[in-house]
């Protein structure tokens, strides 16, 4: 069944067929849901986006096509807390698969530099299909539920005077008490703050930690 699914959205996509086991690994998207949005037809719409936006811009449709279709296939090899871009890479590049197709599976969430046109024309365009509406049900709310409780569990540490959670989740500022903490301190509460994540939260990929302690010395000369 995976081959014969894997070769239907090919055929949909107008793409040669390829090797069996990477038409074996398109099929697999048939059974994978993000955020109750099929991968399968996630991926054929960011291919179909891509090869649009490409043609307008004069770039190579078919490559674009192409890294559209493939830039999530981390999504059916990756296990719980790893990043999906990242395993992604590798498997594409193991295939050896086009360099081009390769950064825009691992860059589409711009966890590493986007290195050509193509890889920025996939990002759009898996922002695009995410997006739409009725794609995925409840991002909003579910994606305001995972931070506050990403909050939360840096708040529980303590000596944490605030918490700045960006680049949704995937970057994390905290303000420490620099009176209650040293410098040398701040690296082993990060240390804590990383491993509290990674037993207790699913997490996209790699987050970014910064710890600051900060002292302020104000004086009014009058």
Do not use: C
């Not at 090797?19 to 399968?40: A, H, T």
């Not at 909050?151 to 008490?177: C, F, P, S, T």
């Not at 703050?193 to 939260?201: R, T």
Request: aromatic residues 8%.
């Amino acid at each position: 069944m995976l081959i014969a699914k894997g070769k239907e959205a090919l055929a949909m996509l107008n793409i040669p067929m390829m090797k069996p086991e990477v038409v074996k690994m398109v099929g697999q998207f048939f059974l994978r849901y993000s955020y109750g949005q099929n991968l399968r037809q996630h991926s054929i719409e960011v291919a179909k986006i891509s090869e649009a936006i490409a043609s307008e811009l004069w770039l190579d449709p078919a490559l674009a096509k192409k890294a559209g279709l493939f830039h999530d296939i981390g999504k059916i090899i990756a296990n719980t807390g790893e990043s999906h871009a990242i395993i992604g890479w590798e498997a594409l590049k193991k295939m050896g698969m086009d360099p081009v197709i390769v950064n825009a599976a691992e860059s589409h969430h711009y966890d590493v530099p986007i290195m050509s046109p193509i890889a920025w024309v996939v990002a759009a365009a898996d922002a695009i299909s995410a997006a739409r509406p009725g794609a995925r049900f409840n991002t909003k709310d579910l994606f305001i539920e995972k931070m506050g409780e990403l909050e939360k569990l840096i708040y529980e540490i303590e000596w944490i005077d605030k918490v700045h959670i960006m680049q949704a989740g995937r970057e994390i500022m905290v303000y420490v008490n620099p009176k209650a903490i040293s410098d040398s301190g701040v690296e082993q509460l990060l240390k804590d703050i990383g491993q509290k994540i990674e037993d207790k939260l699913d997490y996209p990929g790699i987050i970014r930690v910064t710890g600051i302690r900060e002292t302020k010395v104000i004086e009014f000369l009058r």
